[in-house]
């Protein structure tokens, strides 16, 4: 993501990242929607959660997953 000296990622990259860390590239378009309609906080809570999360643990997809969280997060 960001380092300390580094200037922020912008949204775009952000979530060109996020969909290559999920496996989901060819569907980049969808990630940058997430940045249209949700938090960044909210989107980078779900991601770290799914990311630290062994991969065995994972009953669908790491996609899947951040979809879930995202929403259930977004809730509160």
Same mark, same amino acid.
């Given at each position: 993501m960001e380092t300390k000296n580094a200037?922020?990622?912008?949204?775009? *990259?952000l979530a060109t990242e996020i969909a290559k860390?999920?496996? *989901? *590239?060819? @569907?980049?378009?969808?990630?940058?929607?997430?940045?249209? @309609?949700?938090? *960044?906080?909210?989107i980078m809570k779900a991601f770290d959660h799914v990311i630290k999360l062994p991969t065995e643990k994972i009953?669908?997809?790491?996609?899947?997953?951040?979809?879930?969280l995202l929403n259930k997060y977004a809730e509160k």
């Open positions: 200037k922020p990622a912008s949204k775009d *990259e860390a999920l496996g *989901e *590239e060819q @569907r980049i378009d969808l990630y940058r929607h997430v940045f249209e @309609r949700h938090d *960044e906080a909210v009953k669908k997809s790491k996609s899947a997953l951040f979809f879930y």
